[in-house]
């Protein structure tokens, strides 16, 4: 496999063709899969008609199950190095739509991960779990009586054996091919996460028929892994692969990858209205070098990272949506007014979730087993 078909879940690797993505890894457009939804009854999620959600695997397979009664749980992790920042959102979003369908949800925290990976102290790994992840998931909406909440390294024996029991079925030379370079860090950071997808089938954590597991593109390599174990450790356990679903990443401020590392890149859900609001200020736009030339030849929304938290965060009606992006495009709306605009909503976003945010780090810490080391 070329190097550039290669992808890095733990890199800053930018994904600029997803086309790509779906001929080389097998991926299916998600696209295909919206009309089966409305055909069963399946509200879709903003992100699915917008087409955010761009490709799934074998998400098909299970709401054909889900609508025959099967069990079904949605997974997914956060690695607990950084706060809680507007590309995590992405992520919230889809868990709480999941369990409005009725889905029990999973939360991952990669503590493991974080400490092996990015070398990140025990205590901050904790305290940023739970104050920054859990309790920012609450505050968006995801019911925690109907959450399961867990750190990698307080799963008990069963999680642990399957770890065990992956590490015999594949090779260096294969998990080189998926991912590239590695150390021994990453190699049990994937087989961990391997358990942490497929764990939930067993009966020890509520012996759910299926799993879907909603990520980013970037997380591919996990799942590709993941499946490929399920079909080898037959002979053990019978497992069922885990279904996907795959949205775009959300750009930086700057127009790159949105990282915690770079804070200017972001906007936390934590941050002071003043920092959020420079931030938003500062952004990079699709507009053109003078006012006189956008009123003439329009602005490029495509380009702007303002249009991007319109598409992914503060504007619900697609209507509303299709209308400011027709009056970038016609060069009516400027982007001063529009910058404006975002922050009035962003303001109102923010100011209503710091509210309950305070109240939902008080439950975080009463559901959620801390480690003791």
């Known amino acids: ?29 998600f696209s295909q899969l919206r009309p089966l939804l409305v055909e069963q009854g399946i509200p879709l999620h903003l992100y699915m008609r917008r087409g ?11 709401m054909n199950e889900f609508k025959k009664g099967k069990r079904i749980a949605v997974l997914t992790g956060f690695m607990p190095s950084g706060r809680f920042h507007f590309g995590h959102k992405l992520t919230a979003d889809q868990l709480i739509y999941y369990q409005s369908l009725g889905f029990k949800i999973f939360v991952a925290l990669a503590d493991a991960e974080a400490f092996a990976v990015r070398r990140i102290p025990r205590e901050t790994a904790i305290k940023v779990g739970v104050e920054e992840y859990v309790a920012n998931l609450i505050a968006l909406g995801l019911d925690p009586k109907k959450t399961e909440f867990y750190f990698q390294t307080n799963r008990g024996t069963p999680y642990y054996r399957l770890i065990q029991l992956f590490s015999g079925k594949v090779t260096a030379a294969e998990m ?12 049990v950071s994937s087989l961990t996460q391997a358990a942490d997808i497929l764990h939930v089938q067993l009966e020890e954590y509520g012996g759910y028929d299926y799993v879907i597991v909603p990520v980013g593109a970037d997380q591919d390599p996990h799942l590709r892994l993941t499946r490929d174990l399920t079909d080898r450790l037959r002979e053990v356990i019978d ?28 906007i936390f859900l934590t941050d002071p209205l003043e920092t959020a609001r420079k931030k938003l200020m ?92």
């Open 239 to 266: 497992l069922t692969r885990p279904a996907s679903t795959y949205h775009k990443l959300i750009r930086g401020l700057d127009g790159a990858k949105m990282s915690s590392s770079r804070p200017d890149s972001t």
């Open 1 to 29: 496999m070329a190097d550039q078909d290669k992808i890095d879940p733990w890199g800053a690797i930018e994904i600029k063709d997803y086309n790509r993505l779906l001929a080389t890894f097998g991926i299916k457009p």
């Open 52 to 62: 955010i959600i761009f490709g799934h695997r074998d998400l098909d397979i299970v």
């Open 176 to 187: 080189t091919a998926i991912y590239g370079d590695l150390t021994p860090a990453k190699i």
């Open 282 to 373: 500062a952004a990079l736009t699709g507009g053109r070098a003078t006012a006189e030339e956008q009123r003439k030849l329009g602005g490029i929304p495509e380009k702007c990272t303002i249009y991007d938290l319109y598409m992914y965060h503060l504007i619900l009606d697609d209507e509303k949506l299709r209308e400011i992006y027709e009056e970038c495009r016609s060069g009516r709306l400027l982007c001063g007014k529009c910058k404006r605009y975002a922050w009035s909503l962003l303001e109102e976003f923010l100011r209503e979730h710091r509210e309950k945010l305070e109240v939902a780090k008080e439950i975080a810490y009463k559901i959620v087993e801390v480690p003791g080391f």
